[in-house]
């Protein structure tokens, strides 16, 4: 059944056996997608979405399991149903744009099973220009108080073999390496259970969201979701001979069923984005949309930045986050005394300060200054160990935070849980509280390691409220959260904006300890279509000294050093790091003046071109300044791309300077090799740049 035209004859022909004759429909305010709902003649709830006269999500239907009550699955009658346009202009207190407009058109539908207990379910859909959203919302009724939800049975049936962007349906981390294949090839199995980095249960050849598709038309789809808030993650079961997805929910070893909600209830919004081309993914605000409104009031207590921090050189084993583990008789010990290589002392952080400061850079990052890290990675009895108060003897917090202040640079305050819940939740008021005495708005928080309690995993209902309530928590203490190894992002960051940024994806550190050759050229041509689109990214950017041969041989970053800096417009975070050694900035003055200039808060973002995989041009306005950035990558091909700077304001000329590939530039073999040059250009301007394989463009363009 493939186009709509089809269905409709089909279905006056059998018009009984298609539907019971009450199917709903929806359209998007432009016409161009629309929604199917309806029952079968069994009452089984489904729905279709179309694009023009394509069906693009063939017959799927919706259900649940529960545990101890009949399934949600067909006996279904309609009882009411209604429509709606919606239509807003809102803004976001920092972010990729200032003005989001939030424009569709909504579909209600009330069903009540037909059966004695009469139990009722609403579905609600909300077609957009480019996507649609749905949720199932649980009504409070009589025969219905309390769901155990074994699983959500929500099926995506797609009617072609796509090029597929996919990682594994992991329950616990998201940092793995993007496959692609077609739809019928996905083999998740092939890339799990890699104990050394967390990844481990996937029961099923599942696959993580956003996973994202590319048709033979140019149609373009991402699947993910929307307001994940007290539910658990969705992962999406492939059937590979059928072409389809099902939700498969993320689940705990401790309980029986998945999810666990007291009536009335909702469930995130199942999203599909759907466009025409590669660029218009990015430039689709359907999932922050699908978010409630700002909760938090006033935020401009937090201010988007870039920082440097203690953080690059503990990945390159330069210096450690511990303080006084050492090899005693082949064991790591906790000798209690220093062993002289910890890196968060009070005099290697004002190093920091001092270069933040002098660089136009805000922040400090300072990993490794409080007590437990001698505990950290590989030990089984976690709880009671970190102390988020409580410094090292040889970092002096009235100090550090007294000079930061002085020279107006923000210390990052850093929280590695090590995944040990318990012990974190009892220590947020205090650890929270100690940042506000200290004038600290900005934590990154970090969850490496199996979940404790035993048999919860990262992307679990359990863990989903650990997340949320934590940022929840730490926005009454004026606190702003960059989680690492966190639950996907799906656009709270619209409720709660104090939810700034994330991991959440193989992120640079990979490039500095993994044993598989770290990141792959065209890792973030990917990660730009796929893990981008659910919201900002920490990334940690900026490495100057690719090969870094003095701290390690076997390992290096894959991309040349315009690429590098073509990152921090790409990419987007309300904070940016420029994760390198201070001593391999001062020794590369002329890439780092990009840095010093690059702006972190943007009114507006234009995608100029791209495709999945392989290379994406973005550019971004500057907020404050009204200054435009430019950048551009490639994965391992070097091409040729052109470049129309229409976007730029009317009768305004702009120097741009410009960091570009050197002709004999390529990630493995020459990833220095970078030419800098300053012109003039305006609204009018066309140019041509050279990106070399694994290459990258990057343009400031300032107001004259
Ligand atoms: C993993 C994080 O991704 C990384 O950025 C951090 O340095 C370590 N955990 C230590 O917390
Ligand atoms: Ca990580």
């Not at 359209?27 to 709902?37: A, G, I, M, T, Y």
């Not at 108080?145 to 049975?153: D, K, L, P, V």
């Not at 709270?492 to 193989?506: A, D, K, Q």
């Not at 975070?573 to 943007?602: C, R, T």
Request: proline share 4%; aromatic share 12%.
């Amino acid at each position: 059944m493939k186009g709509r035209f089809l269905l409709i004859v089909i279905c006056v022909i059998f018009i009984f056996s298609c539907h019971d004759g009450q199917n709903k429909e929806v359209f998007s305010p432009k016409n161009n997608l629309s929604v199917e709902f309806g029952l079968t003649k069994n009452g089984q709830p489904f729905y279709i979405i179309w694009k023009d006269f394509e069906t693009v999500i063939d017959t799927s239907y919706l259900g649940f399991d529960f545990e101890n009550a009949t399934s949600f699955l067909d006996n279904f009658e309609i009882v009411n149903s209604s429509t709606k346009n919606f239509n807003e202009t809102w803004q976001m207190p920092w972010g990729e744009q200032l003005d989001v407009v939030n424009n569709y058109n909504e579909l209600r539908v009330e069903l009540q099973e037909k059966s004695d207990l009469k139990r009722k379910l609403n579905i609600v859909f909300k077609v957009y220009n480019d996507g649609v959203g749905f949720r199932y919302e649980f009504p409070k009724q009589d025969n219905f108080s309390e769901a155990f939800i074994t699983e959500e049975n929500t099926q995506f049936n797609l009617t072609e073999d796509y090029k597929t962007f996919w990682i594994p349906g992991d329950w616990d981390i998201y940092e793995h390496l993007y496959s692609t294949t077609k739809l019928s090839e996905i083999d998740a199995s092939v890339k799990r259970n890699h104990p050394s980095l967390g990844q481990t249960y996937i029961p099923e050849n599942a696959v993580n969201t956003p996973v994202t598709l590319v048709g033979k038309n140019g149609i373009h789809l991402s699947f993910h979701e929307a307001a994940l808030l007290d539910y658990a993650g969705m992962t999406l079961k492939v059937d590979t001979d059928k072409l389809s997805f099902k939700s498969n929910l993320v689940g705990s070893r401790n309980t029986t069923y998945k999810v666990k909600r007291t009536l009335p209830f909702h469930t995130p919004w199942r999203t599909i984005q759907i466009t025409e081309n590669a660029p218009d993914l990015i430039q689709s605000n359907l999932i922050v949309n699908l978010n409630e409104p700002n909760k938090l009031g006033d935020v401009s207590w937090f201010t988007p930045m870039k920082y440097t921090g203690v953080w690059w050189e503990m990945h390159l084993d330069k210096s450690s986050w511990d303080y006084g583990m050492e090899m005693v008789d082949g064991v790591w010990t906790d000798t209690g005394k220093a062993h002289g290589k910890h890196g968060a002392t009070t005099e290697n952080v004002k190093r920091f300060i001092d270069f933040s400061a002098k660089n136009n850079i805000g922040g400090v990052l300072v990993e490794g200054w409080n007590t437990g890290w001698e505990r950290w990675i590989g030990f089984e009895n976690r709880e009671g160990v970190f102390d988020f108060v409580t410094p090292y003897p040889d970092y002096n917090l009235d100090e550090v935070t007294a000079y930061a202040k002085e020279k107006g640079v923000q210390i990052i305050m850093h929280h590695e849980t090590s995944a040990a819940t318990e012990t974190y939740e009892k220590q947020q008021d205090t650890a929270y509280a100690l940042m506000q005495k200290y004038g600290m708005h900005a934590v990154k928080s970090g969850y490496v390691g199996k979940i404790l309690p035993k048999g919860e995993y990262h992307h679990g209902q359990y863990m989903v409220n650990q997340y949320n309530n934590a940022a929840i928590k730490a926005a009454k203490y004026q606190v702003a959260v960059n989680a690492h190894e966190p639950i996907k992002a799906t656009g709270l960051r619209r409720t709660y904006p104090n939810i700034i940024s994330r991991e959440g994806l193989r992120g640079q550190e990979f490039n500095a300890w993994s044993s598989d050759g770290g990141n792959p050229p065209e890792h973030l041509s990917i990660v730009a279509f796929t893990r981008m689109l659910a919201g900002p990214i920490d990334y940690t950017p900026g490495i100057f000294n690719i090969k870094f041969d003095e701290f390690k041989k076997e390992n290096q970053v894959n991309t040349t050093l315009a690429h590098q800096l073509a990152l921090y417009v790409v990419l987007y975070s309300p904070v940016q790091m420029a994760a390198d050694l201070v001593e391999h900035y001062e020794a590369n003055p002329k890439p780092l003046q990009f840095i010093k200039d690059v702006g972190v808060d943007w009114s507006e973002t234009k995608v100029l071109n791209g495709e999945v995989g392989e290379f994406v041009t973005i550019a971004r306005k500057e907020r404050t300044t009204e200054n435009w950035f430019l950048g551009s990558i490639t994965d391992e091909i070097s091409r040729e791309i052109e470049v129309d700077f229409s976007f730029l304001d009317e009768n305004t000329t702009y120097e741009a300077k410009i960091y570009k590939d050197g002709k004999a530039a390529h990630w493995d073999k020459n990833p220095l090799e970078i030419e800098f040059e300053t012109i003039e250009i305006t609204k009018n301007s066309k140019l041509k740049f050279y990106l070399a394989e694994g290459g990258g463009l990057a343009i400031s363009m300032k107001k004259n």
